[in-house]
Each structure stands twice: as structure tokens, then as C-alpha cells.
């Protein structure tokens, strides 16, 4: 607790630590206390909400307080229209609440960003609960396709090293909190 309290005082707005902070707090079942360091980490850096959000979201079933959820990306995609993981995030989130919004969601998402796997993943994991065997089949092949063409992994905003594992500091320029998703685009472009 004293290590946290010391690098959220060198860094508040630190995304490792705060998420250290949100995990440390949900295991002492301190689950809104958690879920209010996920949102900071969120809001300090919301190109990791694939990331953090999952976890946000897990603490706020528990506190039946989803609606949260809804709120902060609202407040985060105005804040950052057209970003990516925000879009994605989203339709993940209305897939709960209506799987057809969803999909409409991640397709046009797709005819922007057709490279963009988790998307492409997240569409035909809805397709094959609802679609037609032709759609079925369409999504497949286009999932295939998108797999020979990108990657996965994490890159450092500063310098632009790539990895496959979530990094909080770059191992190559020694900067911390610059890593974002690669997510649907080769590393280093």
C-alpha cells in the first residue's frame, strides 16, 4: 500500500499503478474504491479500455452499477472521437444489451478499420449465434483473411517498440505508461 501511495504520488495519473490499485482494493472487496481507480486509469489512458475495462466492468455487475460503464465511455469517446478501442469497447458493452446493435457497431467499425481483429472476432462470435450459414461462412473467410494480415501486441508511444505482452514500461527507450494496443495494424507502422 505504501509502494502505491508513492508512485501515485511520483505519477497520479499513472495507468500500472492505478490498475495495481484497483486490484489490490477488489481483493480486499473494496469494489467501488476499484472501480474508481479503473475509471482514472481509464481516463488517463483510454487506449487500454480492451485492457482495463473487462475489469471495470466485473466490479460494476458486482456493485449492480453497469450503467458507469456506459457513462465513462460516453465521456471518454467525446473526449476522443474516432478512437479505435473506444468504438470497440463500446460494442461490446451494447452486445449485452442488444446483440444486433452490436453487430451494426463492429461492421462499421470494420468498413473503416477491416484489419482491426478483435472487431472481426467479436462480429463473427455474434454471427454464428444469429447469422445465416452464408453469413457465417462470409465472416469466416473474412476473419481469415484479416489473421494473414495483422498482428497483435502492444506498442510504446515514444518510440514506437512493439511486443506481444502488455509492457508498462518500454524495455527500449525506459518510458513509462506510453504503451497502447497494436491491435489490427503491424507492428511499427
Not at 476473419?143 to 508498462?168: I, K, M, T, Y
Request: net charge positive; proline share 4%; hydrophobic share 40%.
Amino acid at each position: 500500500r505504501r509502494q502505491l501511495k508513492k508512485a501515485l504520488s511520483a505519477h497520479r495519473t499513472s495507468a500500472h499503478a492505478l490498475h495495481v490499485l484497483a486490484c489490490y482494493q477488489q481483493d480486499r472487496g473494496s469494489l467501488d474504491a476499484a472501480a474508481r481507480a479503473w475509471q482514472r486509469a481509464l481516463r488517463g489512458n483510454p487506449d487500454l479500455v480492451g485492457f482495463l475495462l473487462p475489469r471495470l466492468e466485473e466490479v460494476l455487475i458486482g456493485l449492480k452499477k453497469l450503467e458507469r460503464a456506459d457513462a465513462l465511455l460516453d465521456e471518454l469517446m467525446e473526449q476522443n472521437p474516432g478512437n479505435v478501442q473506444l468504438r470497440l469497447a463500446r460494442a461490446r458493452l451494447e452486445r449485452r444489451r442488444s446483440p444486433e446493435a452490436a453487430l451494426k457497431s463492429l461492421e462499421a467499425l470494420l468498413a473503416e478499420q477491416p484489419g482491426l481483429l478483435p472487431a472481426r472476432r467479436d462480429a463473427a462470435r455474434l454471427i454464428l449465434k444469429s447469422g445465416s450459414s452464408e453469413k457465417v461462412k462470409q465472416a469466416l473467410e473474412e476473419l481469415v483473411e484479416s489473421l494473414s494480415r495483422a498482428d497483435q501486441g502492444f506498442l510504446c508511444g515514444e518510440c514506437g517498440h512493439g511486443d506481444d505482452v502488455l509492457f508498462w514500461r518500454c524495455p527500449r527507450c525506459k518510458a513509462w505508461d506510453t504503451v497502447g494496443p497494436a491491435w489490427g495494424r503491424r507492428r511499427g507502422e
